[in-house]
């Protein structure tokens, strides 16, 4: 008696589960745009509402409605405000104050986030708890020390003293470290050990290069943190040398406040911050969707 032999059945390729086909047929529906719409409008409508009275003359402001279209007096306010006050070195301070931060914090909090994360020596869980412990620290607490020290430098006055103090933050060190945790398994630099890589080549060749989404993020956040910041530049710098945010306080804090002027002010100080994200956004947003799906 002859055997007869079955042909295997062919193997399929495992489909997607059910809850993700479920998922897939999820269909945002209109209520969801409407929601989205009513966000985004309530968003952006101080930045419109702050370039329609930029653009009007200062009687505009207490005009009842309210003007909620341009009017035709931008440049002759943007020319009132940089004719007022020094703006352009204003905004000259916070474009290099903020640009060297976000560098600097990028650059050693990855650096102390890899070795926090994948590198193995004594006291390293103690020395993280300190950063992470200082965060809970008011920092009004460390404005008169920090006031001593930079007027004890000569620095009182300068844009260094604004930018020292914060070429690393504990916040930065703490984000990186959580990310390279998650984001760069452990039999990967085993590996590259095993081939002769030391511990910076590890890091320039692995580790940076997955860090760049959470780098970009980090990047972004500083550079708004550190363009927005008023407290510190309000107590050690002078009138004769400020910020963006200085340089607003001063147009606001005269005997009668022109509102046209101070807004006008507020919506020339908002182009450095969107330039940014509409240069990078694409990026920031592509790399974190790229290590999404890579994890």
């Known amino acids: 008696m002859t055997a007869v032999l079955e042909r295997p059945a062919p193997v399929r390729p495992a489909g997607p589960s059910a809850k993700a086909r479920r998922l897939a047929r999820r269909v945002a529906g209109p209520w969801t745009y409407a929601a989205l719409i009513a966000v985004l409008a309530g968003s952006a409508f101080p930045v ?39 703006f352009a070195l204003a905004m ?45 620290i008011p920092t009004e607490l460390g404005i008169i020390p920090l006031y001593m020290m930079m007027s004890e430098f000569g620095w009182a006055g300068e844009i260094h003293a604004v930018i020292v ?5 504990a916040f930065g060190v ?19 050990r095993m081939d002769g890589c030391h511990s910076l080549r590890l890091f320039w060749h ?23 910041d008023f407290f510190w530049p309000l107590v050690v710098l002078t009138p004769e040398n400020p910020t963006v945010q200085k340089a607003l306080n001063e147009l606001a804090s005269g005997y009668t406040t022109d509102y046209t002027l101070v807004l006008t002010a507020a919506t020339i100080s908002t182009v450095p911050v969107l330039a940014v994200f509409l240069l990078f956004g694409r990026q920031i947003v592509g790399g974190i969707m790229s290590g999404a799906v890579k994890g």
Do not use: C
Request: aromatic share 12%.
């Open 174 to 192: 703490f984000f990186m470290r959580q990310y390279f945790e998650r984001a760069i398994p452990d039999e990967l630099l085993e590996a590259g």
């Open 92 to 136: 000259m301070n916070s474009i290099i104050v903020s640009g060297t931060v976000t560098l600097s914090v990028v650059f050693f909090s990855t650096l102390a986030g890899f070795a926090f994360a994948k590198l193995r020596f004594r006291g390293r869980n103690v020395l993280l708890l300190l950063i992470i412990g200082t965060q809970a």
């Open 48 to 86: 419109y509402w702050s370039f329609v009275v930029s653009s009007q003359t200062p009687d505009a402001i207490d005009s009842v409605p309210p003007v909620l279209v341009p009017g035709g007096h931008l440049f002759e306010n943007i020319t009132r405000v940089f004719d007022t006050t020094d």
């Open 165 to 169: 103090p914060g070429l690393v933050t």
């Open 206 to 228: 692995i580790a940076l290069p997955a860090a760049r989404p959470a780098a970009a993020v980090l990047g972004l956040f500083t550079f708004m943190q550190a363009w927005n």
